[in-house]
């Protein structure tokens, strides 16, 4: 029996695809990345899981799991190699369990983000993760990303979502860990180990996820004000009034609002006269467990105070849902608005808080000094010290021009970044894009340990080889 | 020169300890594990311990790491044989920075957990780790066992509340892990695989915590129950009623209070009448970041709704910071009362929050039929479905034949544990004490990489060895 006879008589002729039907998984979903593969295979069980990556290791078969094929930075594309794998997890999609004395379900890893948020809607319970591709992204790759998104500064990343996991090593076994434990002191934290590592140390097929109440309202309040140090003292004072009820605190420059309603003019900009034109906006969630009303009122106190100490300029305070969701509703476009505008040169980047303000403004000047009249789109979610700090051409540049200068761009960005201690992939992870970079800002100390584990739990590297870090066996 | 004076030479000689001197170090604080070093070194700086480890590493001498000393499962004592050395972090008790922007402070490992938390509280921030032995344990103690505690519910365990750290490796060497980030996706996480690993991969010499902002205002309340059924109702209905806000969720069964009232007799029961003899208690923490009135209101709204509901049979909400805490006080008196009763055979347990009442239904019913007239004294955070499900001899049992028959009711309790798929160490660890019962009760695939790791990362086996599992290199 040939190789694609083998993998039939695992996962079934039906699951093994190649030829026009295989490119959608070969090429991610912006086209940045592309490769080729042996085939696509798509196993109906952790057990055929099991089997599949039993038979690579025994073919020397590199494996790419692939969830929604949403990753941002080429994690989940093969090299143009043809040797390898591509492992869709797509028929692993069930809700195994939703336990709600408990706060937990158990889903497989194919199960689409979207179709989790729902699961745990239904049953009244939030799962908070929340991101823009959660209408296609499956919650294995989240999970294998570690992603972030806009809940994190209350409900924390991914990885802070999982109490269990069903892992298929590299070597095919199955690691039985779909625990529903909020407190479970024996022995290492394999959980984490595999949360976060892309696919190169073995691949999630399920997880217990932990649910949280689903809140009794919501309310949003976008500000204006004069600078990033008074965003990072706004986010002080909104952390004591609120506590635990501030669910979203997203930092926006001005352009970026323009920008929106420039290109989507049926979206309006919610201040007039001078509180329109101010450089920097604030956009706070609240999520109340009491009503709609007391949210606003907590609003009206803690922003009034505000106000009153001039750390705010101005603030519009939604009055209902329908409002609320049109101030998240400006936010959310502001990448749309970016891509109507031309290409642009993207950072998914983080600083601690307290270094956001001068890592705005030194590298900002970094930019003008030697690239005068480039555009700063700057974005993020400021709760977490994440900022999308992306560069767009201006009126002084061509896309080309721009373009030519992207690894000058991001040299500069990432080397401020590092300079203020922070990481040059926050959220998005590193894949392909990253991967070389590691080693010129991260400890190499880490970097050993990193290639220690790699080489250690995928000794033959046929776990999604060439992401992340390679091991010295490659 | 003979070993102690290279050490000597290392870290000093007043920081190299014998005889008299070091029995406190070698005998754990309950008095269940002791054992002999070749010495207590007592390093002052990460350097020195990176440097006391390159040493042991160089003369295969065992390291056994200890902070206060307050492991509740022999983590910190070495064995018998004379030739370990015990490294105490008691020096390194520096509070380096503390952030109030960012919300994080870096301290070193031998910080006493209390001094932690009122350095946070000195700059109006929350650091809610808490626990017994807050006035002794360290914080690198505390991160080494991944402690757990009342706040678990609301903050997470200790590892939840970590962001970066500094580790000396098996190596001696140091990796620079003190991050301030939130987020952070470039690698592989090796701060969860040192947090929870109880030395035996590495040293733990700072951390970089996170810290909250301090509630204004916090509530108690203490509720009577007929069954665990209606206390997970209960918890339920509260985490629904006061979201985040709810930071303590504490069930004590009846004779738990009455053995802290007839022991402390100045102390007394809340209740009177019929529901000062109820079965079940819940004792409930609001954290409230309004002012206590609205605590105080929001109590009286959920709570009345679940007495009319009849989930709750009768409530006691703290009219003021007093009550509260002599709420807490007598919560907190059960393993002093205990004590005063006699010895006790104890369970640090957790199970899905779902299980937990047919978890103590049958778990007292597989005693009783054993051994007729023992006495379950069960109390714990409900909502970490963590138990301490303690055993006492009652009327029927002589202390003798109690502790005669421990390793029969660590049989019964521990297979009823695994029954309802929990855990046989929810926040304790397992140090020498769980550490034979792991391949019991542990899935073997993550016995095998629990093996692996400490194989990989510690291949001589120097690293608290002995302790959590023994790598095929022992």
């Given at each position: 029996m040939d190789q694609l006879g083998e993998l039939a008589a695992l996962?079934?002729?039906?699951?093994?695809i190649t030829g026009d039907d295989a490119q959608g998984y070969l090429t991610d979903w912006r086209g940045r990345y592309s490769g080729s593969a042996l085939a696509v295979v798509r196993p109906g069980s952790t057990q055929e899981v099991a089997d599949v990556v039993k038979w690579c290791g025994r073919h020397q078969v590199p494996i790419v799991p692939q969830g929604g094929n949403t990753s941002l930075c080429g994690a989940a594309t093969p090299d143009?190699?043809?040797?390898?794998l591509v492992l869709?997890?797509?028929?692993?999609?069930?809700?195994r369990e939703v336990d709600t004395d408990n706060d937990t379900m158990v889903v497989e890893a194919g199960c689409i983000l979207q179709t989790v948020q729902q699961t745990a809607r239904d049953v009244d319970?939030?799962?908070?993760?929340?991101?823009?591709a959660e209408g296609s992204c499956t919650i294995g790759g989240n999970l294998a990303c570690n992603a972030g998104g806009t809940q994190v500064l209350r409900?924390?990343?991914?990885?802070?979502?999982?109490?269990g996991l069903e892992v298929v090593t590299a070597?095919?076994?199955?690691?039985?860990?779909?625990r529903g434990l909020?407190?479970?002191?024996?022995?290492?934290?394999l959980r984490d180990l595999f949360i976060g590592s892309e696919g190169t140390l073995g691949i999630i097929t399920a997880a217990t996820l932990k649910l949280f109440p689903l809140p009794v309202a919501q309310c949003t309040a976008l500000v204006g004000l004069q600078s990033v140090e008074a965003a990072v003292s706004l986010l002080s004072i909104a952390r004591k009034g609120f506590g635990p009820a501030l669910t979203g605190f997203e930092l926006i420059a001005g352009n970026c609002l323009h920008l929106v309603t420039h290109h989507f003019?049926?979206?309006?900009?919610?201040f007039d006269g001078p509180s329109a034109a101010l450089p920097w906006y604030a956009l706070l969630e609240l999520s109340d467990s009491e009503s709609a009303d007391h949210a606003r009122e907590r609003f009206e106190t803690v922003v009034g105070d505000a106000i009153e100490a001039e750390v705010v300029v101005d603030a519009v305070i939604a009055e209902n849902i329908s409002q609320s969701k049109a101030l998240w509703h400006l936010r959310e476009s502001i990448p749309l608005a970016e891509k109507e505008q031309g290409k642009s040169i993207k950072h998914d980047v983080s600083v601690p808080v307290s270094s956001m303000a001068d890592f705005v403004r030194t590298t900002n000047e970094a930019i003008q000094s030697r690239f005068p009249g480039l555009e700063h789109v700057i974005f993020g979610h400021l709760g977490d010290g994440n900022l999308h700090y992306n560069i767009a051409r201006g009126t002084a540049f061509s896309e080309d021009d721009l373009l030519g200068q992207q690894e000058a761009i991001y040299d500069i960005v990432h080397r401020s970044v590092h300079h203020y201690h922070?990481?040059?992939?926050?959220?998005?992870?590193?894949?392909?894009?990253k991967r070389d970079l590691l080693d010129q800002f991260k400890d190499p100390v880490e970097m050993k340990l990193m290639r220690l584990l790699k080489q250690t739990l995928d000794p033959h590297g046929i776990?999604?080889?060439?992401?992340?870090v390679i091991s010295e066996a490659g």
């Open positions: 996962v079934g002729a039906a699951n093994v143009d190699s043809g040797h390898a869709s997890l797509g028929r692993l999609n069930s809700v319970r939030l799962f908070p993760l929340s991101l823009a409900y924390g990343n991914a990885r802070d979502l999982v109490l070597q095919g076994e199955i690691w039985h860990g779909l909020r407190k479970d002191n024996t022995g290492y934290d003019p049926q979206q309006r900009m919610p922070g990481s040059i992939s926050a959220e998005h992870g590193v894949g392909q894009l776990m999604n080889p060439g992401k992340v």
